[in-house]
């Protein structure tokens, strides 16, 4: 069972890291993108619980020798980032196990391939509740993609980044986390700012203004591109600026994040866990589904759960 995918693709330029972002989306099937319009339209908001929801992280990074490596440390700076991005959503992130996968296949990903399927159909774990990371560098010149939360959600369910784009990386002006930030927000069910332009439902998300197309760079002033009331909310999340022009979620965006995680996330556990979690896998010489390429290690497991 696969869900559908939103390929969040953020781009950039081919010739300089530091070109201005660019995203090719697939953008969900109208048909979707209304039933869960309808869905959530007949959510009551005294149904939304006041109480934090802390997701567990699962972080696949695939490396090419040992390049694309990052440390404990990196990853928690990532996690640091977005768990201060979300701090009015009541949500947090907690890192509860990570994979290593030395695969040059897997290492310069675009979406919508075989190494793709492969690389999750081998690594995925947990629910629908549980967060899967993957971090590797991307064809392309991409920076990311999620997949959107529907009713059909599968092994391919998670976020593909590039590791550059964590706090202190190589991507600038891309490197200060965001990437992922932008990411989970589709993941927890968010549109761009600019979804639609300046027609059409937008964002779906009342506080947002209507935004005719992305925003790049840091303008100093807010540009005003729709006759609707309200600047282009270019400090948001999920625009398209610099990363250090990022810092806001809206209270209405924080609400539809916990709707749709009530609708679509936070059920019984299902029966979407792979083979087992690869604690550390040195090699794809053996296979990605053998039994010592594929592994649970119940000693990091057990640990991550102390350590909540």
């Known amino acids: 069972m696969q869900s559908k995918v939103v390929l969040i693709a953020c781009l950039l330029g081919l010739a300089m890291i530091s070109e201005a972002r660019r995203c090719a989306t697939k953008t969900i099937p109208e048909a979707e993108r209304t039933a869960m319009r309808e869905r959530l339209a007949s959510y009551k908001s ?7 929801d802390i997701i567990h992280v699962y972080w696949h990074q695939i490396t090419n020798g040992t390049v694309g490596t990052l440390s404990t440390a990196q990853m928690q700076s990532q996690l640091d ?6 701090s009015n959503s009541s949500f947090g992130f907690v890192l509860f196990g990570v994979t290593t996968t030395n695969n040059p296949a897997w290492f310069n990903i675009v979406p919508d391939t075989t190494a793709e399927t492969q690389m999750k159909q081998s ?18 010149g991409l920076l990311g993609w999620a997949t959107f939360p529907d009713s059909n959600i599968g092994y391919d369910d998670g976020v593909v980044f590039d590791y550059r784009t964590i706090p202190g990386g190589q991507y600038a002006p891309y490197n200060e986390g965001q990437t992922l930030t932008h990411e989970i927000g589709h993941w927890m069910g968010l549109y761009h700012t600019f979804q639609d332009g300046c027609t059409g439902t937008g964002d779906e ?7 005719a197309d992305a925003t790049y760079g840091c303008p100093a002033v807010n540009p005003d ?35 749709v995680w009530n609708l679509y996330r936070d059920v019984a556990p299902a029966e979407l866990t792979t083979s087992g979690l690869a604690v550390n ?10 039994a010592s390429s594929i592994a649970v290690s119940a000693a990091v497991l057990l640990a991550a759960a102390v350590a909540l």
Request: proline share 8%; hydrophobic share 30%.
């Open 123 to 140: 690594l995925r774990f947990g629910s629908a509740r549980d967060l899967n990371l993957y971090s590797s560098t991307l064809g392309d």
């Open 205 to 211: 998300v009342a506080d947002t203004p209507a935004e």
């Open 225 to 259: 591109t729709c006759p609707s009331p309200g600047v282009d909310p270019i400090h948001n999340f999920m625009d398209y600026t610099d990363d250090n022009c990022m810092y806001q979620f809206s209270s209405g965006q924080a609400d539809r994040m916990r709707q």
């Open 46 to 52: 005294a149904e939304l619980r006041a109480e934090p």
């Open 281 to 290: 896998i040195p090699s794809q010489s053996e296979g990605p589904n053998s």
């Open 81 to 86: 980032v977005c768990n201060r991005a979300y």
